[in-house]
């Protein structure tokens, strides 16, 4: 009798036990689903700033690009420059304080057209005898962080030099 | 014993049990109600976001673009003697702008921003018109965007070195593609431009109308606001763009949707009154002069997005701010979101600027 009335008091607690963990799931269930509701919106603010970092990422390795001109560093020199930054030491790489570091943009200038004609602002300034030539470059930038954000931006760029016809 | 073992609850043991049953049951489902209007408002807010954010995204783009004509000064591009016109019908226009001259029409690519206002009768520049679903939504702003696609068309490999000389390649647009006849191109060298139909291009040639020409695809775009079912007023306004389709006959106006939900656009329109080059005066298309067009620089976007569904525990008691205006309160059930982008334009058409 005894060890029946024990058996019994075994099992009324085993009821308990699994009472208790069966709320458990149901509140764990409902926090995770409202953590859950809560990271979506985290997750597409994180998407966006990521992709507006990237952006101006990408366009800050142009504005590098241009402030070496005139300089020992200017890649506008008549050639395709692969590295416009290739002779700087790491820290005092011009993009070594983006958020990703100078390694996530990569920049690249390219020589278009070699020395031409320059293009005129209008038709009523043409004049017979030109000053000046032009060659035409374009500053391609990439920002990529895999599985963050990937910007390509280019910018054109025209660069007077004395002209040969001047001569 | 055994009768005692088996008896079952007492009267009090089971009114204790179910209060405390009630208690819990009653929590359980004060948290699943919570969580399930939370779940309502995070995705009709999500939703929203998601249109305001892909409608800014995509005008943004475009602004960014205004003005590119493939590398050739936009004073230098002309339009080809045998480019069909758009009927006046169809195209935008200034009118209603003293001095001014065609400057939001689609062939005139001198002017590549401009903005307008729809009027009471649900119509701006002479493009956006009629009543139903073709007008705008009174108050709202249209903006006028021209540019050509960033991806160029060849008459085959070019050297790198100079792209642009006549003697490569064989004459004949055909890459990646050749052109389409239903389409508008502009043909560049570094010199000049043309504005063409895709079924009659300029000479490539040596000696030819444009040597060493590449194709770039005309876009001409017209964002506003719309109302796609005007007798009723449970539906979603649209942003909305026109852009430049052959109908079989001629180049026409065509509508193509962007997004859903977008309730207002209004644009200010940023430039340097003392040609410093320093944005210092903002102006809507209405307090813009013909002279200051040439100028805007930068171009403010405003957008009022609200939700495609109602929410009836919702109710919307907020004025909103636009550029000129504040939107009356609303008092009805869609939840709203303001947005906001500043674009600097990347081509300007007046360089003020000094030094290098």
Request: aromatic share 6%; charged share 20%; net charge negative.
């Amino acid at each position: 009798m005894r060890m029946r009335m024990n058996r019994n008091r075994h099992q009324q607690r085993g009821v308990a036990l699994v009472v208790a963990l069966l709320f458990l799931l149901v509140v764990t269930v409902i926090s995770v689903i409202a953590a859950g509701n809560s990271s979506l919106g985290l997750k597409m603010s994180d998407n966006l700033a990521d992709s507006y970092s990237s952006f101006q990422s990408a366009e800050a390795g142009i504005i590098a690009t241009l402030s070496l001109v005139d300089t020992a560093n200017d890649p506008f020199d008549g050639s395709d420059t692969a590295d416009p930054f290739s002779a700087f030491d790491p820290n005092e790489h011009p993009l070594s304080n983006l958020k990703d570091g100078a390694a996530s943009v990569d920049t690249e200038v390219i020589l278009d057209t070699a020395a031409t004609t320059c293009p005129l602002e209008d038709a009523s300034t043409a004049s017979s005898a030109p000053l000046y030539d032009c060659e035409f470059y374009r500053i391609s930038s990439e920002h990529e962080v895999p599985r963050e954000a990937r910007t390509q931006v280019e910018m054109g760029v025209l660069k007077k030099i004395v002209g040969i016809g001047a001569q | 014993m055994n009768s005692r073992t088996e008896r079952g609850f007492s009267l009090v043991e089971l009114m204790v049990g179910m209060v405390l049953g009630l208690i819990l049951i009653g929590g359980a489902v004060s948290i699943y109600l919570a969580s399930k209007r939370s779940y309502v408002e995070v995705e009709q807010v999500a939703a929203l976001t998601e249109s305001a954010r892909f409608a800014e995204q995509i005008i943004g783009d475009s602004l960014r673009h205004a003005g590119f004509f493939g590398g050739v000064s936009v004073g230098m591009i002309e339009a080809s003697s045998s480019l069909t016109a758009v009927p006046s019908a169809q195209d935008c226009n200034d009118t209603g702008l003293t001095g001014g001259t065609d400057l939001a029409s689609a062939n005139n690519l001198g002017q590549f921003v401009f903005a307008g206002t729809v009027d009471s009768s649900n119509s701006a520049l002479g493009c956006i018109t009629g009543s139903g679903v073709e007008g705008g939504m009174e108050g709202t702003d249209v903006l006028v965007i021209k540019r050509v696609l960033t991806q160029p068309y060849t008459d085959g490999p070019r050297d790198s070195l100079d792209p642009n000389d006549p003697t490569q390649g064989d004459g004949t647009i055909d890459t990646p593609d050749s052109l389409d006849n239903n389409k508008t191109y502009v043909m560049t060298n570094n010199v000049k431009g043309l504005v063409f139909d895709g079924d009659s291009p300029p000479d490539i040639s040596l000696g030819g109308e444009i040597p060493g020409g590449m194709a770039w695809e005309y876009n001409y775009e017209v964002y506003y606001i719309r109302d796609p079912d005007p007798t009723s007023t449970d539906d979603t306004p649209q942003l909305s763009r026109k852009t430049l389709k052959w109908n079989g006959t001629a180049m026409e106006l065509q509508r193509e949707d962007v997004a859903e939900g977008v309730e207002n656009l209004r644009v200010l329109l940023g430039y340097s009154s003392n040609a410093d080059g320093e944005v210092d005066t903002y102006k809507t298309p209405s307090q813009m002069a013909a002279a200051d067009w040439v100028k805007v620089q930068s171009v403010e976007v405003f957008l009022l997005t609200r939700s495609a569904t109602r929410d009836v525990q919702y109710t919307d008691v907020k004025q909103y701010q636009m550029p000129g205006t504040a939107i009356p309160v609303a008092n009805d059930n869609y939840r709203r979101l303001i947005s906001h982008a500043s674009v600097s334009l990347r081509n300007l058409k007046l360089m003020a600027r000094g030094g290098v």
